[in-house]
Nanobody
Framework: QLVESGGGLVQAGGSLRLSCAAS????????LGWFRQAPGKEREYVAL????????YYRDSVKGRFAIYRDNAKNTMYLQMNNLKPEDTASYYC???????????????????WGQGTQVTVSS
């Protein structure tokens, strides 16, 4: 089970940190990712982190502004979002794939586990 938190309303240029807490004892064996979906748009990946070595991958529009990282001891993944823009407004979801890598998660349309989502709204 994945549970997101940390969303909210922020002004453009502000920051938020999203958290994705997982239950279970095999968290470290999962590749993880953040995805988002804005109204009327398709879901898109935002940032991915592999199960081993911690390789990361970002969509171009968030590079240099967002950072994904994980704390396996706490069974938690994070997305630090800085310099937020109105176009970042969306529902953000975390997902997990067993033994997922950034390459494998990019190529899949669905994932093993999903959270329920948290809303991020950036005002201009």
């Amino acid at each position: 089970q994945l549970v997101e938190s940390g969303g909210g309303l922020v002004q453009a240029g502000g920051s938020l940190r999203l958290s994705c807490a997982a239950s279970g004892s095999t968290f470290s064996s999962y590749g993880l990712g953040w995805f988002r979906q804005a109204p009327g748009k398709e879901r898109e990946y935002v940032a991915l982190i592999s199960w081993s070595a911690g390789n990361t991958y970002y969509r171009d529009s968030v590079k240099g502004r967002f950072a994904i990282y994980r704390d396996n001891a706490k069974n938690t993944m994070y997305l630090q979002m800085n310099n937020l823009k109105p176009e970042d407004t969306a529902s953000y979801y975390c997902a997990a794939d067993y033994l997922g890598t950034t390459n494998s998660m990019i190529s899949r349309e669905d994932h093993d586990h999903w959270g329920q989502g948290t809303q991020v709204t950036v005002s201009s």
